[in-house]
Nanobody, 115 residues
Framework: QVKLVESGGGLVQPGGSLRLSCAIS????????MGWYRQAPGKQRELVAV???????NYLDSVKGRFTISRDNAKNTMYLQMNSLKPEDTAVYYC?????????WGQGTQVTVSS
């Protein structure tokens, strides 16, 4: 079983920064990819950033150059550094781990960008 716990969300002014963390616990699984998704009110959940087991990354076009996904294998933690935040980045952010047989989600953390 894999358990994911996000933290680091909050209220920030436009242009500000936040760093989200996703603590991963569990054993006996092979990670194919890890990613951050977000869901704004009335919208579908969308993939924001992904990092594969080989370290390759990919980003939603609207966050390229502003967000950075990373992981610390020693700490079993994934991060999303978000800079130059915009009101349209407001959403609940979820971390996700994908294995060959299943996918796992955290409970989500709210990010609100507002003045």
């Amino acid at each position: 079983q894999v358990k994911l716990v996000e933290s680091g969300g909050g209220l920030v002014q436009p242009g500000g920064s936040l760093r989200l963390s996703c603590a991963i616990s569990g054993s006996g699984f092979v990670m194919q990819a890890m990613g951050w998704y977000r869901q704004a009110p009335g919208k579908q959940r969308e993939l924001v950033a992904v990092i594969t087991s080989g370290g390759s990354t990919n980003y939603l076009d609207s966050v390229k150059g502003r967000f950075t996904i990373s992981r610390d294998n020693a700490k079993n933690t994934m991060y999303l550094q978000m800079n130059s935040l915009k009101p349209e980045d407001t959403a609940v952010y979820y971390c996700n781990v994908r294995t060959p047989v299943s996918g796992y989600w955290g409970q989500g953390t709210q990010v609100t960008v507002s003045s």
